[in-house]
């Protein structure tokens, strides 16, 4: 099998053409609605490979849970390589392949999904213009393949990677578009939307907007907690993450703290472990801007000791900056064991 991740980024796929020519973001801003990218989008070219049916569908479905699974577990550093030689040397020869219209759409529903998927994983490396391609394909194959829900998860994705950059107002733009995208949606769903559009607005520093979408989110939550269902496992742990870091983004560093404590009493099971110990990380430099030394030095404490484990980009970074933080508090014989406990394990990994 070639090794696709020795290659350029210009080789991850065969038939580079099917990339947009797009900059970083700029997917999305430019198109309010799903109707508008459709109409232009031209239907996947079939090449005579093989034929394939929904068995094969099927088995990249299930590849892509796999991959989903291994990066909750321990990162992007891990699970990206293989969803990228997955993607490229199985799945896009798919793309080529005959097939009925109906498996056809639904191979370019699963590829869309692992492209996203793949972005995903980049943006925990740190690889943010790879994610930006792996994002652009996503949604062009889920445009081919008549895909709505991963469409606008992709957009959602999008607004994600921009509102942890700092970039609020493109992150607003990339969340409402996402948002509109899937308005017919359930009330689950809903939250996915609104609780990133709320993360949004508070980054570009649009208080008012910003807590009129948590308070959505949370009605959307009660709603659907009282049904059943799920989408993206949002829930009310979600949701206290997502308030956490609306109030985080307009100054309210104590109530953020709050926020995050709550989302460690509600998660459950299947919260991803590289989520938990990033937002531990979070929750650690929070309580330590507070002047909390002793309570971030115990949530750092905790983080060290799962952190062997992480081939998580976003997780190596915080870890490297425990040190830098804990400089002021040299003098302190807790804070000087986490920053040596901190810099031995970075140069470990």
Not at 30 to 35: D, E, H, K, Y
Not at 97 to 122: I, Q
Request: proline content about 3%; glycine content about 10%.
């Amino acid at each position: 099998m070639e090794n696709c991740e020795r290659l350029g980024p210009e080789n991850l796929f065969p038939q580079r053409r099917l990339f947009m020519g797009v900059g970083l973001f700029s997917v999305a801003v430019g198109i309010p609605n799903w109707l508008d990218v459709a109409g232009r989008m031209e239907a996947v070219q079939s090449r005579t490979v093989s034929r394939i049916g929904m068995p094969d569908v099927d088995m990249v479905k299930k590849m892509t849970d796999q991959f989903e699974e291994l990066y909750g577990q321990f990162g992007g550093r891990r699970s990206r390589p293989m969803a990228a030689r997955f993607l490229a040397n199985t799945v896009v020869p798919y793309l080529h392949a005959d097939a009925f219209d109906g498996v056809r759409k639904a191979m370019l529903s699963a590829a869309s999904l692992l492209s996203y998927l793949t972005g995903w994983m980049a943006v925990d490396e740190g690889l943010h213009g790879l994610a930006r391609e792996y994002y652009a394909k996503g949604l062009e194959l889920a445009s081919a393949g008549a895909d709505h829900l991963t469409y606008c998860r992709v957009l959602r994705g999008m607004s994600v990677q921009a509102a942890d950059l700092g970039h609020g107002e493109i992150a607003v733009r990339l969340a409402n578009a996402a948002a509109a995208t899937s308005a017919e949606a359930g009330p689950r769903m809903s939250a996915f939307m609104a609780g990133q559009q709320a993360h949004s607005f508070a980054v570009a520093g649009e208080k008012s907007s910003a807590l009129r979408s948590i308070m959505e989110t949370e009605r959307a939550v009660d709603v659907a907690e009282s049904g059943s269902g799920s989408f993206g496992g949002y829930g009310p742990a979600t949701l206290a993450y997502h308030a956490a870091q609306v109030r985080y983004a307009l100054g309210d560093v104590s109530g953020s703290i709050e926020s995050l404590k709550l989302y460690f009493q509600l998660r459950g099971p299947s919260e991803t472990q590289v989520s938990g110990i990033r937002f531990q990380l979070m929750l650690a430099e929070r309580q330590l801007e507070l002047g909390h030394l002793e309570a971030a030095c115990a949530t750092w404490s905790e983080v060290l000791d799962k952190y062997p484990a992480m081939h998580s980009g976003r997780v190596d970074r915080r870890v490297r900056a425990i040190s830098r933080l804990l400089l002021p508090y040299t003098s302190n014989g807790l804070a000087r064991d986490i920053s040596e406990r901190s810099r031995h394990l970075s140069r470990a990994a």
